[in-house]
């Protein structure tokens, strides 16, 4: 493929969606063609599977169909947007991607890897992210995030946030554990600062690539 695919993950709260459309804009500015989408949505039907996913109201959704919507949106996202973007050339920014599956079902939930990275195969084929920022924070400052974003918006996606304080854990850890494994693709933002400090260090990692 002759575009790049840039992939932002990080805790709840991390400041990743602000930070995605902040590199969006700078990469614009330098008159780079880029595509910005988001997991679980991007497209109609994953916009339509993100409500079912994230309603507070879907306590009895089962680890494996939750597993699957998740992927379910993935592969729409990568048939109809990143694909062909990433095909005629430009550069893809997703908001999360494979990894929050391997860090929130997979670490968190306790699905096997393997079975993720065989179901990733499916939904998307060999497309992989040339690069993950991954935004670093700590546990209490995400969860504070998190409430106040739920206390000012009605949006009612709080189904994931109703998890416990251990799930965060297993699941930051998860991305730390990830981050280890692949070092040169996955890079840690430290992300306790202001927002333009923040956009900083990501720009620099950015055009360094
Ligand atoms: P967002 O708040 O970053 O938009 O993400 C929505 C929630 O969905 C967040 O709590 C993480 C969760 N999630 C998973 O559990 N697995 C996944 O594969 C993805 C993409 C998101």
Same mark, same amino acid.
């Given at each position: 493929?002759?575009?790049?695919?840039?992939?932002?993950?990080?805790?709840?709260?991390?400041?990743?969606?602000?930070?995605?459309?902040?590199?969006?804009?700078?990469?614009?500015?330098?008159?780079?063609?880029?595509?910005?989408?988001?997991?679980?949505?991007?497209?109609?039907?994953?916009?339509?599977?993100?409500?079912?996913?994230?309603?507070?109201?879907?306590? +009895?959704? %089962? =680890?494996?169909? #939750?597993?699957? /919507?998740?992927?379910? &949106?993935? !592969?729409?996202?990568?048939?109809?947007?990143?694909?062909?973007?990433?095909?005629?050339?430009?550069?893809?920014?997703?908001?999360?991607?494979?990894?929050?599956?391997?860090?929130?079902?997979?670490?968190?939930?306790?699905?096997?890897?393997?079975?993720?990275?065989?179901?990733?195969?499916?939904?998307?084929?060999?497309?992989?992210?040339?690069?993950?920022?991954?935004?670093?924070?700590?546990?209490?400052?995400?969860?504070?995030?998190?409430?106040?974003?739920? +206390?000012? %918006? =009605?949006?009612? #996606?709080?189904? /994931?946030?109703?998890? &416990?304080? !251990?799930?965060?854990?297993?699941?930051?850890?998860?991305?730390?554990?990830?981050?280890?494994?692949?070092?040169?693709?996955?890079?840690?933002?430290?992300?306790?600062?202001?927002?333009?400090?923040?956009?900083?260090?990501?720009?620099?990692?950015?055009?360094?690539?």
């Amino acid at each position: 493929m002759p575009g790049t695919f840039i992939t932002v993950e990080g805790i709840d709260g991390c400041g990743k969606s602000t930070q995605l459309s902040i590199l969006a804009r700078k990469l614009r500015e330098q008159g780079i063609d880029v595509v910005e989408t988001v997991e679980p949505g991007g497209t109609l039907a994953g916009r339509e599977i993100r409500a079912i996913l994230l309603d507070p109201r879907q306590h +009895a959704l %089962n =680890a494996r169909t #939750e597993l699957l /919507l998740y992927f379910a &949106s993935r !592969a729409q996202n990568c048939a109809e947007v990143i694909a062909p973007a990433l095909a005629r050339g430009a550069t893809v920014l997703c908001d999360r991607f494979t990894d929050s599956t391997i860090v929130y079902q997979g670490a968190g939930r306790g699905v096997d890897e393997a079975t993720i990275r065989q179901l990733h195969q499916i939904a998307c084929g060999s497309l992989y992210p040339d690069l993950t920022l991954l935004i670093d924070i700590d546990l209490e400052t995400s969860l504070a995030r998190a409430l106040a974003r739920n +206390a000012e %918006n =009605a949006t009612r #996606e709080t189904r /994931l946030e109703e998890e &416990s304080h !251990a799930f965060f854990e297993r699941v930051r850890d998860g991305y730390q554990r990830l981050a280890r494994a692949e070092p040169e693709r996955v890079q840690v933002i430290d992300g306790r600062a202001s927002i333009e400090v923040v956009a900083e260090r990501i720009w620099s990692v950015v055009t360094h690539r």
